[in-house]
């Protein structure tokens, strides 16, 4: 059988490292990458009982390390099928007028700067190959803004703006791209976007049931095991209690 190879960005934790550990199970060759290298270290330690891992220690907005480490890659990981591009957070939730230029920074250099970079490593053998799949984890926050959602929304905004781009760009080369969009997520996002601040995080999950982030992963590999003629070309989902970002059913 035919093995093949995904690379995800952010495997270190939530949705990435959720998708990682299904794909492992799957029998899909991996390359997983993320800042932190002993979570990298411990995931190739246990995933690679599964399957065969690589994984790749890099911040996605240093362009130079992320173009150089993914060139650098050697067979059977050079030939990447799909590309996961997943890493990304929100920092901070402040109005417009109050918010911090470096939290602004981080979302615009991270969630839209990286994930070209990585993008662009990536894409020229999918190009010759005129094969490949590239899936972009966008949001909710990529379709609706929400108050002081403004510059995580606009990054996703980009995100999903980024992702029909790619398609129509892509399309002559026969490589299926497409979103997903996940609304309320449980994973260390609230965490990140507070700082650190656990019991502030904690609250955003509180009174409902939300996504896992094994959800999100069941639906990526939905998404790629679809036969090739198919392209699930943007895709939303949100916990039931959701109907949008504002309004959430919770029973506290
Ligand atoms: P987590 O905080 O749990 O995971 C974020 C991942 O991104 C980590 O593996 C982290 O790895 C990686 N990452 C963050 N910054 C960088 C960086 N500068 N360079 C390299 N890797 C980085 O959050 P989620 O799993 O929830 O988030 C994953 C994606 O899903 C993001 O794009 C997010 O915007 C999106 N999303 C999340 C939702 C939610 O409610 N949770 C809903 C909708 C979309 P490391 O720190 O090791 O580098
Ligand atoms: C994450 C979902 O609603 O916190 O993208 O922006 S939300």
Request: contains cysteine.
């Amino acid at each position: 059988m035919d093995i093949k190879t995904v690379l995800i960005t952010g495997a270190t934790s939530g949705i990435g490292l959720a998708t990682a550990k299904l794909f492992a199970k799957e029998g899909y060759r991996l390359v997983l990458c993320g800042r932190r290298l002993e979570r990298l270290e411990a995931l190739k330690d246990e995933l690679g009982k599964q399957t065969e891992v690589c994984t790749l220690n890099f911040d996605v907005r240093d362009k130079k390390k992320v173009m150089e480490t993914i060139s650098s890659l050697i067979a059977p990981f050079d030939s990447i099928d799909i590309l996961i591009n997943n890493a990304g957070n929100a920092h901070g939730l402040d109005p417009i007028d109050t918010g911090s230029v470096d939290d602004w920074e981080a979302m615009i250099d991270i969630n839209v700067k990286g994930l070209l970079y990585v993008s662009k490593a990536v894409l020229p053998q999918m190009v010759s190959r005129k094969s490949g799949h590239i899936i972009n984890i966008g949001s909710t926050a990529g379709k609706e803004v929400y108050p002081k959602g403004n510059v995580y929304c606009a990054s996703k905004h980009a995100v999903d703006a980024i992702n029909q781009g790619m398609r129509l760009d892509l399309n002559e080369y026969g490589i299926r791209v497409g979103a997903v969009n996940p609304g309320l997520v449980e994973t260390e996002f609230s965490q990140v976007r507070f700082k650190g601040d656990v019991d502030r995080a904690e609250t955003v999950y509180k009174g409902y049931q939300p996504l896992r982030p094994e959800d999100i992963a069941d639906i990526i590999h939905f998404v790629v095991t679809r036969p090739y003629h198919v392209n699930i070309a943007d895709l939303v989902v949100m916990p039931t209690a959701q109907a949008s970002s504002t309004i959430v059913k919770k029973e506290l």
